[in-house]
């Protein structure tokens, strides 16, 4: 903020500056709650579904890459080997991605979607491609959580 202030500029306007030169990036988070006991089950038994049975096909887009960080040897960028975790990484075809990882606290399954787009000349219509495409890709998350039980 110091920064921006110190070049005349706000902070949303220094930001579109970067999105224009290395594209738009856009993260949400999303949960689906599942109160009582029988919800801790329908929890690990989702979780459990994704990890055994990872879509081939999400909203559209071929899946490309799933990493399970339960159960494959994941390294972070300097080369160290990133803990065991209840937690599968999603990449599809067309650069979206997701994540998701029953709650540790909570009575609730997490989703972390990812999009990203170039900005080209129309940083507008990038941030609401974005933003539709993971708004799209949710709806069919849901609809998929709610078919496996």
Known sequence: AAYAKS???????????????????LEI????VMEGADGAAKIQALATSYAQNPPSEVDGSAVVKV???ASQ??????GDLIPKEKMLFIDLED???FAVRPSGTEPKIK?????HADAGSDLAAAKSAVRS???SL?????ADAKARG
């Open 95 to 97: 650069g979206r991605s």
């Open 111 to 115: 989703f972390y979607l990812f999009g």
């Open 67 to 69: 990493r399970d960080f």
């Open 7 to 25: 070049v005349g500029k706000s902070l949303p306007a220094l930001l579109d500056e970067i999105y224009q030169e290395y594209g738009y990036y």
């Open 133 to 135: 495409g993971l708004d």
């Open 73 to 78: 040897d994941i390294y972070d960028q300097e």
């Open 138 to 142: 949710w709806n069919w998350i849901e």
């Open 29 to 32: 988070g999303k949960s689906l």
